[in-house]
């Protein structure tokens, strides 16, 4: 079994919720948005043109550091093919989500849609994103909600716009989405990004609300109460249990990798909260298996 060395004195298996699969589209297209974009400036590794082939990078990668599995993001509409492929290609390690805008989305067969409300600048109650949901729950599906803060590394590095409207953001706005479509999983990433007391809120109400945890979380920076991610967790556990925590990285691009860090410092706190470690198999692997593999 492929597993990492954890604080609990055993390898555990890791299931990481959120990693960008930045293909070779990916590139092309933010290419079509500045006449004249290179992308030299970015000292990243350009991915080959197959997404099978950026797969396997991302296998071997997985492998050196004792990742069992993860959530692969198309991360611009309309690049569910790339994810698709690299799902097809290792189909015991990678999960297909993609990133869709409900104005102008064809379901395909990922394994979640990503909205983002702030960036493609729409109400997540409106009649075209409750057709995503209509999708998630007659397939058997789950639905990735981006909510707060929203900044995109890559788009500032290259110095693209990032024409956001925050007032489409709050999680509390997928209350009456969440009760209403009650068998569909519902992921909040980045704990709310910024929104924690409202995506508590919304979790605590909601029991099909999951709480990601990927990143660096710098929105703790926001709160007034100068949360740190010891706080941050505590208070998660509290209010939703171990059985609703998705453990992420937001990893993205080579030649970095996988962010395995973000693991130490999240494996690190919840050691030090005293979780056990079969609180914390589920946190890292074992809730996304579960909603996934339905």
């Known amino acids: 079994m492929i597993a990492r060395p954890s604080p609990w004195g055993t390898a555990i298996a890791i299931a990481d919720a959120h990693i960008h699969f930045f293909s070779h589209r990916f590139f092309e297209t933010l290419a079509t948005q500045k006449a004249g974009l290179t992308f030299e400036s970015l000292h990243w590794q350009m991915p080959p043109e197959r997404p099978e082939d950026l797969a396997n990078i991302w296998a071997h990668e997985m492998d050196r550091l004792g990742v069992a599995r993860a959530a692969m993001i198309a991360s611009v509409p309309g690049d569910e093919e790339s994810v698709i492929k690299a799902a097809a290609a290792f189909p015991e390690r990678f999960f297909a989500y993609a990133m869709v805008n409900p104005a102008n989305w064809e379901p395909s067969d990922i394994s979640v849609a990503c909205l983002f409300p702030a960036m493609h600048r729409y109400f997540v109650q409106s009649d075209q994103a409750l057709g995503v949901f209509d999708w998630a729950q007659s397939r058997r599906r789950a639905v990735f909600v981006h909510c707060g803060v929203l900044s995109v590394g890559v788009r500032k590095k290259l110095g693209l716009d990032s024409l956001y409207d925050m007032r489409f953001s709050n999680p509390i706005d997928l209350h009456a989405i969440a009760t209403r479509y009650p068998t569909v999983p519902i992921i909040v990433p980045h704990f709310g990004a910024g929104y924690f007391r409202e995506a508590l809120?919304?979790?605590?109400?909601?029991?099909?609300?999951?709480?990601?945890?990927?990143?660096?979380?710098?929105?703790?920076?926001y709160q007034e109460s100068h949360l740190d991610l010891r706080q941050v967790f505590r208070r998660a556990l509290d209010v939703v249990g171990p059985r609703r925590i998705l453990f992420g990285t937001d990893s993205s691009f080579f030649p970095r990798g996988?962010?395995?860090?973000?693991?130490?410092?999240?494996?690190?706190?919840?050691?030090?909260?005293?979780?056990?470690?079969?609180?914390?198999?589920?946190?890292?692997?074992?809730?996304?298996?579960?909603?996934?593999?339905?």
């Open 201 to 221: 809120m919304l979790a605590d109400l909601c029991p099909n609300v999951y709480l990601d945890t990927s990143s660096s979380n710098q929105w703790m920076k």
């Open 258 to 294: 996988w962010h395995h860090q973000i693991f130490e410092d999240q494996a690190r706190v919840l050691y030090e909260l005293n979780v056990s470690e079969e609180d914390a198999r589920l946190i890292f692997s074992e809730n996304l298996l579960r909603i996934l593999a339905r």
